[in-house]
């Protein structure tokens, strides 16, 4: 009885085994920035983006040619101006250079946001796709290879990218 007790036993523990065994985790890994740069919605939010930096870009232009006509009309007070009309114009020109410093800041932060703002729905739209795949393929976790913080890639993981641009139409 003792023994039928320990082969029980022994063969409950050797079908636990290989059933642990024979359910490896399933890893993927896909270059997420390749993929955006496939996906036609970046090519619109870049199209956008650059319009509005252009923009931008104007009015800095705009900016730095009132500047440059203010220090001109500087340059031609010459040395018969009185001191009250020469010390007005440093100033006006000193607020417009503060005023283009000031622009140049806001500008860079507008850029940054605007640039978030377009292309947060294409990663979105990236990255529900690639849950969808490897829920669909059974995966427990995926890596950004393109993101280079993956230090080791099995060829036994899955590569994402072609099973993503399928379900994209890419």
């Known amino acids: 009885m003792r023994n039928l007790i320990r082969i029980i036993a022994v063969f409950v523990l050797v079908g636990i085994t290989a059933t642990v065994s024979a359910q490896t985790p399933k ?18 939010a870049e199209t956008e983006f650059n319009k509005f930096q252009g923009d931008m870009e104007d009015i800095f232009g705009e900016m730095q040619k009132d500047l440059q006509t203010k220090m ?6 010459g040395t018969e101006a009185s001191e ?8 006006e020109i000193q607020d417009m ?11 860079q932060a507008q850029l940054q946001q605007k640039q978030t703002e377009l292309l947060k ?48 139409g890419l």
């Open 27 to 44: 890893f993927g890994h896909i270059d997420l920035q390749a993929l955006i740069q496939l996906m036609p919605e970046r090519a619109l």
């Open 72 to 77: 001109t009309e500087f340059e031609a007070l």
């Open 84 to 91: 009250i009309k020469r010390n007005a114009k440093v100033t």
């Open 97 to 107: 250079q503060q005023r283009i410093q000031n622009y140049q800041q806001s500008a």
């Open 121 to 168: 729905p294409v990663f979105d739209k990236a990255e529900k796709t690639i849950e969808e795949v490897a829920k669909e393929k059974g995966l427990l976790y995926v890596f950004d290879i393109g993101s280079k913080v993956v230090l080791y890639k099995s060829n036994e993981s899955m590569d994402l990218l072609p099973l993503v641009k399928t379900k994209l």
